[in-house]
C-alpha cells in the first residue's frame, strides 16, 4: 500500500521570498505524484503531477515540483511567493501497480505568505 | 468548462438521521469517485465508478454508507443512519480517462456535513 508523509503542519514566508513545501512518499512500482491546493470552502484544485520524465515539473500558478527517485521525494516550490498563495497543500501519489491506483494523500501543510 | 457540481454544500443533522449527497462530474468524464475528508486530514477514498460501475469500494462502510451512479452520469451518496464520527467534507472528483495511475482528478467544492 502508498502511503505519503508531509512533515510540516505548517510553513510560514515572507512575500516575495521562495516557497518550498515537502513531501515524501512510499508505493510500489513507479509513482505518479500529485500537488493539490485548497483554498477555504472550495474543493481541491490540481497544481501539477508527476507521470513520467524531466523530473523537475511546471504547473500552476507559478508552482513547479522536483522528483528525487532516491530520496522518494517530491517537493514543491515556488520561487517567489504571493500573500494569495496562504492555502492548504495535499500531496498525494499513486502506484504503478494494477489494482492498486487508489489515490493517497498527505494530511496536509498549511502555508501562511505574509505581507 | 464547467467544473464537478456539489450539493448541497452544507449540511446539518442529528445522529441517526439520514442524508445524501449529489454529484454532476465534468461533462465527459467517465470515472467519478466520493471522499471523505475529515478536518486536519487529507481526503480518503470512500468510493470509485467507472462510467455505472463499482470499481473500488473497499474503503466504504456499506453498513451504512450507499452510493450509486446510474445512468453513468451524476452521482449520489447516502449516509443512513448517520454517526458523530460522521462529520467531515464530502467531496467528489471525476477525471476524463479510466482511472489509471496517470489521470488527473478534478475535485467539486464539497458538502460540509455537521452530526450533532
Known amino acids: 500500500a502508498q502511503s505519503v508523509a508531509q512533515p510540516e503542519d505548517q510553513v510560514n514566508v515572507a512575500e516575495g521570498n521562495p516557497l518550498t513545501v515537502k513531501c515524501t512518499y512510499s508505493v510500489s512500482g513507479n509513482p505518479y505524484l500529485f500537488w493539490y491546493v485548497q483554498y477555504p470552502n472550495r474543493g481541491l484544485q490540481f497544481l501539477l503531477k508527476y507521470i513520467t520524465g524531466d523530473n523537475l515539473v511546471k504547473g500552476s500558478y507559478g508552482f513547479e515540483a522536483e522528483f528525487n527517485k532516491s530520496q522518494t521525494s517530491f517537493h514543491l516550490k515556488k520561487p517567489s511567493a504571493l500573500v494569495s498563495d496562504s492555502a492548504l497543500y495535499f500531496c498525494a501519489v499513486r502506484g504503478s501497480v494494477s489494482n492498486d491506483y487508489k489515490l493517497s494523500f498527505g494530511a496536509g501543510t498549511t502555508v501562511t505568505v505574509r505581507a | 468548462e464547467a467544473g464537478v457540481a456539489q450539493s448541497p454544500r452544507y449540511k446539518i443533522i442529528e445522529k441517526r438521521q439520514s442524508v445524501a449527497f449529489w454529484c454532476n462530474p465534468i461533462s465527459g468524464h467517465a470515472t467519478l469517485y466520493w471522499y471523505q475528508q475529515i478536518l486536519g486530514q487529507g481526503p480518503k477514498l470512500l468510493i470509485q465508478?467507472?462510467?455505472?460501475?463499482?470499481?473500488?469500494d473497499s474503503q466504504l462502510p456499506k453498513d451504512r454508507f450507499s452510493a450509486e451512479r446510474l445512468k453513468g452520469v451524476d452521482s449520489t451518496l447516502k449516509i443512513q443512519p448517520a454517526k458523530l464520527e460522521d462529520s467531515a467534507v464530502y467531496l467528489c472528483?471525476?477525471?476524463?480517462?479510466?482511472?489509471?495511475?496517470?489521470?488527473?482528478?478534478?475535485f467539486g467544492p464539497g458538502t460540509r456535513l455537521t452530526v450533532l
Open positions: 465508478f467507472q462510467n455505472n460501475g463499482v470499481v473500488d
Open positions: 472528483a471525476s477525471s476524463f480517462f479510466s482511472g489509471g495511475a496517470a489521470d488527473t482528478q478534478y
